[in-house]
């Protein structure tokens, strides 16, 4: 399983950014995958998932509104778009599946919002 997740970076307050996890090594199709964060000194936390077969989301309460998953199931990719984006939205975030009862990561990439 490898999932290697791209596209952050420094934005402002109030911008936008779409953060990519590439997967490869197991059945894309098959497997839901999540979105988390962790900023410095807090715990990891769920930002986003989607199923596996029909695409169904969920979002925490405090994530509704501003971020939405989707997946390209032929690029074997799954996306999150985050706009509005705050200073609190600052943290790695990291993409992840749980397969034969392992959860799996990524390396995580670096979302700054800042003036």
């Known amino acids: 399983v490898q999932l290697v997740e791209s596209g952050g970076g420094l934005v402002q307050p109030g911008g936008s950014l779409r953060l990519s996890c590439a997967a490869s090594g197991f059945t894309f199709s098959s497997y839901a995958v999540s979105w988390y964060r962790q900023a410095p000194g807090k715990e990891r936390e769920l930002v986003a998932a989607i199923s596996s077969v029909g695409g169904s989301t969920n979002y925490p309460d405090s994530m509704k509104g501003r971020f939405t998953i989707s997946r390209d199931v032929a690029k074997r990719v799954v996306y999150l778009q985050m706009n509005s984006l705050k200073p609190e939205d600052t943290a790695v975030y990291y993409c992840?599946?749980?397969?034969?009862?392992?959860?799996?990561w990524g390396q995580g990439t670096q979302v700054t919002v800042s003036s």
């Open positions: 992840s599946i749980i397969r034969s009862g392992t959860r799996y």
